[in-house]
């Protein structure tokens, strides 16, 4: 079946501007995740939707950065009057409810804030 | 909250050799150890996982290592080929399922 999608794929935008960066999990899975990969570094942690709970906002850098999860499936990111340093690749992970430990990531969007 | 660390940061192995790159974390509530390998430009792949109730695990040339005590865990590479050339990182989760990833390894191996 489809993995995880999001979009764009690339998004170059100016310092100060808005931008939404999409998520598409497989399909029925409960948990989403969204990771931010710096160049050459880790992945930080962001946000995490687990089926209808509250979600997990602890990860979020400052309040420029929201994420929604509509109808349990897509869920969009949004950064606020972006800044050079969000720069990085942003990448989404889904996992089922049956087996919650599995996380299968999307191909990311690389962000580039000029 | 839990804090993962990882190294070494580069690795270079000759093919044929093996490598190994180790990952320590702080939260003793951890209980479910991935790694994840990923080439260059693409996402990352689960490769080989291990949970708190497992000392080792091997999956052909990849192995995982769990030391609970010491809070620490490794994953083994035999053999080594070309086509393990990618960054992997490993990371820690506990029942929250909210994950903590290392800052990963470039391993390099030269034909």
């Known amino acids: 079946g489809a993995g995880v999608s999001q979009s764009p794929s690339n998004k170059v935008t100016e310092k100060g501007k808005d931008v939404e960066l999409r998520c598409d999990p497989i399909?029925?899975?409960?948990?989403l995740y969204w990771y931010r990969q710096s160049l050459g570094q880790g992945l930080e942690f962001l946000i995490y939707?687990?089926?209808?709970?509250?979600?997990?906002k602890s990860g979020l850098p400052s309040d420029r950065f929201s994420a929604e999860r509509t109808g349990g499936s897509v869920s969009t990111l949004t950064i606020q009057r972006t800044q050079q340093e969000d720069s990085a690749v942003y990448l989404c992970a889904s996992s089922s409810q049956a087996n919650q430990e599995t996380q299968y990531f999307g191909p990311g969007t690389r962000l580039l804030v000029l | 909250g839990e804090n993962v660390e990882q190294h070494p940061s580069t690795l270079s192995v000759q093919e044929g050799d093996s490598a190994v790159i180790k990952c320590t974390y702080s939260?003793?509530?951890?209980?479910?150890f991935p790694w994840y390998k990923q080439e260059l430009g693409k996402r990352p792949q689960l490769i080989i996982d291990?949970?708190?109730?497992?000392g080792e695990k091997k999956d052909q040339r990849i192995a995982v290592t769990l030391n609970k005590t010491a809070k620490h865990f490794s994953l083994h590479i035999t053999e080594t080929q070309p086509e393990d050339s990618a960054v992997y990182f490993c990371?820690?989760?506990?029942?929250?399922?909210?994950?903590?990833f290392g800052s990963g390894t470039k391993l390099n191996v030269k034909p």
């Open positions: 399909s029925g899975h409960t948990a």
């Open positions: 939260d003793s509530a951890s209980n479910y």
């Open positions: 990371a820690a989760s506990g029942e929250l399922n909210k994950f903590y």
């Open positions: 939707f687990q089926g209808n709970s509250a979600p997990d």
């Open positions: 291990i949970r708190s109730n497992v």
